[in-house]
């Protein structure tokens, strides 16, 4: 519990200090990754981000050591809450009514597959056969590349009302569910004796390419939608995507059980069904800055002669 609550601290942080390193750079693009690196690199703010959000990631590996991916993502998501007040704090920003009453939602449809957990009864696996996770990841990281193209060329029209983010949230959110089972199996490997023979049996699984794969291009793609959308919105969208996929395809593809209890199961299957609907209802674009009326010529005092 401690390293999760960790690891939402620093994820938090990371994403908000990029953020405000990223609204000081000139505009970036994924058709230019070289430039965008030359960019990140240069700029210190941006490189502590990066360096919490790298401690972020090994606080995350801890808790997929000892707890179920489903609980896991039911305390990960509690750090929206933080994350929302960081960005109001330090960047400024702000999030209208209705994605408050969305983000509400969603902590209430995650606190509902917390309450299905069962302290002792949860089964913590650490193997899936390396057959299923390809299937579920390489469909999932086309599909992640797609969706972000998509928004990218819609964006470019130029009447379009500015984009609050979601899809670009959406697409990151798939490649980043697929780094968390990347994760998963990479904890599995975590050991204190034959350190060796652990290493090379994880360079012959596909987890460490499909972190390689996510890790660069989750880079750049997170990184040019957060320089142009809030991050109060695409992040909670990424991580809502994220914490879903990773415990959903994760608790099928890492063979823990579901709650056997009905209560239980119907406060897991209704709080992630809830999660899904929040997200799908949640506002594609920002209202369009309404610009102001040209004043009125004054009346010519002769028009105000009477005849």
Avoid at 39 to 46: D, E
Avoid at 131 to 138: D, Q, W
Avoid at 289 to 302: L, N, R, T, V
């Amino acid at each position: 519990m401690a390293a999760a609550l960790m690891a939402n601290t620093l994820y938090s942080l990371g994403f908000v200090l990029e953020k405000r390193a990223l609204t000081a750079l000139p505009q970036v693009s994924i058709r230019q990754p070289a430039r965008l690196l030359r960019l990140v690199l240069g700029s210190p703010l941006w490189i502590g981000g990066s360096l919490s959000l790298a401690a972020g990631f090994g606080a995350q590996l801890v808790v997929y050591r000892t707890l179920p991916i489903a609980a896991a993502q039911g305390i990960f998501v509690s750090g929206l809450v933080l994350l929302v007040l960081l960005s109001a704090r330090l960047l400024g920003e702000e999030t209208s009514g209705r994605e408050r009453y969305a983000l509400s939602a969603i902590l209430a449809a995650l606190l509902m597959v917390v309450l299905s957990l069962r302290e002792g009864s949860e089964t913590v696996s650490h193997a899936a056969p390396y057959p299923l996770i390809l299937l579920v990841c390489v469909p999932s990281l086309a599909a992640g590349v797609w969706l972000y193209n998509s928004a990218e060329r819609r964006a470019r029209h130029r009447h379009r009302l500015p984009t609050t983010g979601v899809e670009y949230g959406v697409a990151v959110g798939l490649l980043y569910g697929v780094s968390s089972l990347a994760i998963k199996g990479v904890s599995s490997y975590l050991t204190t004796s034959g350190i060796g023979g652990a290493l090379l049996d994880l360079l012959r699984s596909p987890y460490p390419y499909l972190l390689l794969f996510t890790g660069a291009f989750g880079l750049v793609m997170s990184q040019a939608a957060l320089q142009r959308c809030r991050a109060s919105l695409i992040v909670p969208v990424c991580t809502t995507v994220t914490c879903l996929y990773t415990a959903v395809l994760g608790t099928l593809s890492f063979g823990e059980a579901l709650p056997e209890d009905p209560l239980r199961l119907a406060l897991r299957v209704a709080g992630t069904a809830l999660a899904v609907a929040v997200l799908l209802s949640m506002p594609r674009h920002d209202p369009a800055a309404q610009s102001p009326q040209p004043p009125q010529p004054p009346i010519a005092a002769k028009e105000l002669t009477p005849p």
